[in-house]
């Protein structure tokens, strides 16, 4: 695809990282987001250790409470390239 460069990764962040730190930037217990949710606390707990996938449609509702793209926490770590974002 001419015109076109593969976005970079920049900093290793794994899924489980990104919901965790999405979450305190808004300054939520896990509690708080499993109550928004309706994922459980030990399944949130889970899914920021890594311990448990994410996948599609818990990142759907993840993204829908913590007011972000799912794919901020599926892709973490990814950058556009400068052309892209302006």
């Given at each position: 695809?001419?015109?076109?460069?593969?976005?970079?990764?920049?900093?290793?962040?794994?899924?489980?990282?990104?919901?965790?730190?999405?979450?305190?930037?808004q300054a939520l217990?896990?509690?708080?987001?499993?109550?928004?949710?309706?994922?459980?606390?030990?399944?949130?707990?889970?899914?920021?250790?890594d311990r448990v996938?994410?996948?599609?449609?818990?990142?759907?509702?993840?993204?829908?409470?913590?007011?972000?793209?799912?794919?901020?926490?599926?892709?973490?770590?990814?950058?556009?390239?400068?052309?892209?974002?302006?």
């Amino acid at each position: 695809m001419k015109g076109y460069r593969r976005a970079k990764k920049r900093v290793p962040v794994s899924v489980g990282e990104s919901v965790r730190i999405v979450r305190e930037l808004q300054a939520l217990s896990q509690n708080e987001l499993a109550h928004r949710t309706g994922i459980s606390q030990a399944t949130i707990s889970a899914i920021e250790n890594d311990r448990v996938r994410l996948g599609v449609e818990r990142a759907k509702v993840l993204g829908r409470a913590l007011k972000c793209h799912p794919g901020v926490l599926v892709f973490p770590g990814w950058e556009l390239p400068t052309e892209a974002a302006a």
